[in-house]
């Protein structure tokens, strides 16, 4: 049977199950890279987070690829942290985060990041196919998350007594840029550009089971796809002159019927590895 | 399949390939280093209704026991693409029977070229294609009445340019979307690339 919504509510649900108080110091560091172990190494390894072609840049080394930038993140989580004991917080949020970077893994993208109460991830557009297949796979990656945190997960939530999550997507698509940054003693892949940053701001326009995605990623998409979200444009001036940035509503829904499969028939590898001659 | 339905979503032309066991594939690329190259997929509509195919006789004045060099190539493009299926002959006759691997199952073939070189008729050796709905068992879209596979519409059909291996290739598609319709309920496609 294909990978499915109640696959990954079942995850989620067991990871919160093992990581019960008494045993969440032991089992951190096995569970903290349970999103890697998708494309673990041929020694078992788990994979590092980020971009695998720029896991080798030396300290101020940089490098870029156009990729659909996602980020998918729970929403009206702060208000839960103030008020949820902390153990239940970290609970619900480590098995739930962990669970959304895997799915995203299995849908073709690179988790760059986890960001607080969500995941920061791209889908390379480099492949043969380009950015329609790169904007597409993002859209699936994104509506399976959204259709399985609303219709598998949360059952499951509210019958162990645990109030539910909501979801939300930011998308776009665009040059990022990868530059390596910080001293011999300590390091990392930072990961820049306009449409990372957009994909942020996407994300907050989003209600909790909204999608919504910047014009460079829209425009990848099917006219019909995509609605004019209320906010848009986004408006920026610089020495005098205006230029505006639009973004869109993405009918995610319509890509559920896509998903059964893709994340077998991809077995882990990246949406860039998917090529038509 | 799926892959193919998803990329075609987002509006990209998706070519398909069939391998020479029965896997519909997006790559022409060999998977391994014995096998030939997979087989381009011809454009085809899946059909349904009345199974338009002549009736089976008078070999003696079948296309395959005058046409020898037609022959020749049906029997090349079978052995080429589809070396695991056998021939039948006896008696002036001429058909293949097989299996064909879905990745999501395999299922056993018969196809019988006819004698006026027109589409071939494929029967599916599998009893019971369906999905249970229920009790009952739900008949799968595209199948004519009498139970054989709409492979495609007669007029996809081009007898001087394709081969029986160009009726297995279209039987593989059948069983790639039959596959995917027994887990979602839904035809994930009508064909491909044919003039609707």
Same mark, same amino acid.
């Given at each position: 049977m294909a990978y499915n919504r109640s696959d990954f509510a079942n995850s989620v649900m067991r990871r919160i199950r093992e990581f019960d108080d008494s045993i969440y110091l032991s089992k951190s560091a096995e569970y903290g890279n349970a999103a890697g172990s998708i494309r673990a190494s041929a020694a078992g390894a788990p994979a590092p987070m980020g971009h695998?072609? /720029?896991a080798h840049l030396g300290i101020g080394e940089s490098g870029s690829r156009d990729a659909a930038v996602m980020f998918l993140d729970m929403r009206r989580f702060t208000a839960r942290s103030f008020w949820d004991p902390p153990e239940q917080v970290l609970r619900v949020n480590t098995a739930v985060v962990t669970e959304l970077a895997a799915a995203v893994q299995r849908h073709g993208g690179y988790v760059l990041g986890l960001r607080g109460d969500g995941v920061f991830a791209c889908f390379d557009g480099s492949s043969a196919l380009g950015a329609r297949a790169a904007a597409g796979f993002a859209v699936v990656a994104g509506a399976f998350a959204l259709d399985a945190v609303r219709n598998a997960l949360n059952g499951l939530l509210a019958a162990s007594g645990i109030d539910p999550v909501q979801v939300r997507v930011g998308l776009d698509y665009g040059r990022l840029d990868f530059v390596r940054? $910080?001293?011999?003693?300590g390091s990392e892949v930072n990961v820049l550009g306009f449409a990372a940053n957009f994909a942020s701001k996407c994300e907050k326009h989003a209600l909790s089971w909204e999608m919504v995605a910047g014009e460079g990623l829209a425009h990848n998409l099917p006219q019909q796809h995509v609605t004019h979200h209320d906010k848009s444009p986004a408006e920026y001036?610089?020495? $005098?002159? *205006? *230029?505006?940035? *639009? /973004?869109y509503d993405v009918s995610w829904m319509s890509y559920l019927e896509h998903v059964p499969g893709v994340a077998d028939a991809l077995g882990g590898r990246p949406a860039s590895a998917v090529n038509v001659r | 399949m799926t892959l193919a339905t998803l990329l075609s979503h987002v509006g990209i032309a998706v070519p398909r390939y069939v391998t020479v066991d029965g896997q519909i594939v997006l790559d022409a690329a060999p998977t391994t280093g014995f096998v030939s190259a997979p087989m381009p997929v011809a454009p085809h509509r899946f059909h349904d209704g009345e199974d338009p195919a002549p009736e089976r006789s008078a070999y003696a004045s079948a296309w395959w026991n005058i046409d020898t060099d037609a022959r020749a190539a049906d029997e090349t493009a079978m052995a080429t693409h589809f070396p695991n299926f056998v021939q039948y002959a006896d008696d002036g006759d001429y058909a293949f029977g097989g299996e064909l691997n879905t990745g999501r199952g395999r299922f056993k073939i018969l196809v019988l070229p006819h004698v006026d070189k027109s589409l071939p008729t494929v029967i599916p050796l599998h009893k019971g294609l369906g999905r249970q709905a229920g009790r009952r068992l739900q008949r799968p879209p595209h199948l004519y009445t009498n139970g054989n596979l709409c492979i495609a519409d007669s007029?996809?059909?081009?007898?001087?340019?394709?081969?029986?291996?160009t009726a297995v290739a279209w039987a593989a598609h059948w069983f790639a979307a039959y596959t995917e319709w027994r887990i979602s309920s839904r035809w994930p496609t009508e064909g491909f690339g044919a003039a609707a």
């Open positions: 695998p072609d /720029f940054i $910080g001293t011999p003693a001036e610089h020495l $005098g002159e *205006r *230029r505006v940035y *639009r /973004f | 007029a996809d059909w081009l007898p001087a340019e394709h081969t029986t291996a």
